[in-house]
């Protein structure tokens, strides 16, 4: 870059952080202090101020470094998604991760990718059965569907919200069922090693969606790392955020890489990075399909992909919150931490979320069960459920919220079987899928449980409102 150019976009990156530091101060992690950021943020004032249930947490960090790609004007995914995936595999300890545009992409990329003929007799194909949760966010599910395979519904623990994983054997069809995609629900690992035990025994592909929990661990190993695939999302609400974005993580097995790749990038059997050419070194020596020989690689496809790939301008944001990420983490703990001990006196009236493998909490910490497995949450929000006969509803309880500008959220789709979708595809094709059980927990999820936010961006004083206005609307119910 010329001296005169370097210059001026140190200038222009200079006055983006200051620029930064002044309009988007609400928008720091709720655990700075002004003396730590060097600006005041913007008072808040209960029952005027939201109270979000999650959102962007960001510095001017991000900013200058999604201004300095632009300058750049690279543009189409390239050395900051380059850098992004190594940053995020290594942090879950995987052999690669792939960046596309969403978290959604990320699950129909990965359901995509195992049916690829180049799996042999381990691919699926259309009819073939994949085990998955009923309560849940719809896109866990849709690939399952949008692919031609067959989602089995198991029902949720409505305490932990995952999968009940007793379940697995009765929903397992030999020779039909060829793979599980649960996810980690609000940031709660599934017992994942009853799940990989049952996949191992089966010879079943295993996806972790992730979406919700980057930062979670299980017996100390980071979630996103047990199954052959894991996906990723970062919307705003999630752990790191760049706008959009989302990634499919291979734990060991680089062909998984390369079909997901294909996947993402048009289908195409090409794996030249953009803007490089003859990377195989075979370009014009090869003969595919009923291609003649010799056509160029890079125009040859041997799947029917799509194009889902970022920017790298949200590639550089999303460098800039990997740094930040072991901070988020821990303010999520500590978070949920705080809304628990003050919560604590409402037990008569309300249940409160549980790790996997936990069976009780105290201002100690957790009690755990009998199976030496531990699961350590970062949380995507604090899940509330009201009891059955408590003087008020779930649906009172997020009214009086919404009143007092505290933001809430159900868990996403509920019991996604009773969604409009689901049931107009019951009635267009009754085998359309499958459900094990009466799915009561799942349907308790939708009907009891309503979640505030334990993200990175609330602050003390926002907590104890949220705290104060939750014990204040039991008291006048109770």
């Known amino acids: 870059m010329h001296s005169e150019a370097a210059k001026l976009k140190e200038e222009i990156l200079r006055l983006t952080r200051e620029f930064t530091r002044l309009a988007h101060a609400a928008n720091r992690p709720g655990y700075e202090s002004p003396e730590e ?26 900013v200058a470094a999604a201004v300095g790609a632009t300058l ?14 190594k940053g995020l595999a290594e942090f879950l300890g995987v052999k690669a991760s792939v960046l596309c545009n969403s978290g959604s992409s990320a699950n129909l ?21 994949v085990i998955t949760v009923a309560a849940g966010f719809p896109t866990t599910a849709a690939p399952i569907l949008q692919n031609g395979f067959v989602p089995v519904f198991i029902d949720n623990d409505p305490l932990t919200l995952n999968g009940r994983v007793e379940q697995l054997e009765e929903a397992y069809v030999p020779g039909r069922t060829k793979a599980v995609l649960m996810a980690h629900t609000l940031g709660n690992p599934f ?12 010879d079943l592909w295993l996806i972790e969606d992730n979406c919700d929990a980057l930062g979670c661990a299980y017996d100390g ?12 999302s970062f919307y705003p609400p999630h752990h790191l955020t760049m706008g959009e974005g989302g990634a499919v993580n291979i734990r060991d097995n680089l062909k998984l890489r390369v079909l997901v790749e294909s996947f993402r990038d048009w289908g195409r059997d090409c794996w030249c990075a953009s803007g490089k050419d003859n990377t195989c070194g075979r370009r014009f020596q090869w003969k595919l399909g009923e291609l003649p020989e010799g056509y160029d690689h890079k125009y040859i496809y041997s799947h029917l992909g799509y194009n889902l790939k970022p920017l790298d301008p949200q590639a550089a944001i999303g460098r800039a919150q990997l740094l930040k990420l072991p901070q988020f983490i821990q303010a999520r703990k500590a978070n949920w931490q705080r809304l ?14 549980l790790p996997t493998h936990a069976i009780g909490w105290s201002p100690e910490g957790f009690s755990w069960d009998s199976s030496g497995h531990r699961a350590d949450c970062s ?8 009891k059955p006969g408590a003087p008020f509803t779930r649906t009172e309880l997020a009214r009086a919220l919404d009143a007092k500008k505290i933001g ?63 014990a204040e609307f039991v008291r006048s119910r109770g």
């Open 191 to 202: 017992d994942l090693a009853t799940v990989t035990e049952f996949c191992r025994r089966h």
């Open 72 to 85: 750049d004007f690279w543009l189409t995914l390239g050395p900051e998604g380059e850098a992004f995936e």
């Open 408 to 470: 809430n959220r159900m868990l996403f789709g509920g019991n996604l079987v009773r969604q409009p979708a689901f049931v107009q595809l019951r009635k267009d094709n009754p085998a359309a899928f499958r459900v094990v059980g009466d799915l009561a927990g799942a349907d308790r999820i939708m009907n009891q449980s309503v979640f505030i936010g334990a993200y990175p961006g609330l602050t003390p004083p926002m907590l104890d409102y949220m705290i104060q206005t939750i």
């Open 379 to 386: 949380w995507f929000g604090f899940m509330m459920l009201v």
């Open 109 to 129: 990329l990965a359901v995509a990718a195992l049916s690829s003929p180049r799996l042999g007799v381990r691919r699926l194909k259309p009819g073939d059965e």
């Open 340 to 353: 628990r001990g003050g919560l604590a006196p409402l037990e008569e009236f309300l249940d409160f979320m």
């Open 37 to 62: 950021c060097g600006v005041e943020r913007p008072p808040f004032v209960p029952g005027q101020t939201p109270v979000p249930y999650a959102g962007r947490v960001f510095t001017e960090e991000e």
């Open 221 to 232: 190993r980071p979630t996103g790392s047990f199954g052959d695939l894991s996906t990723q």
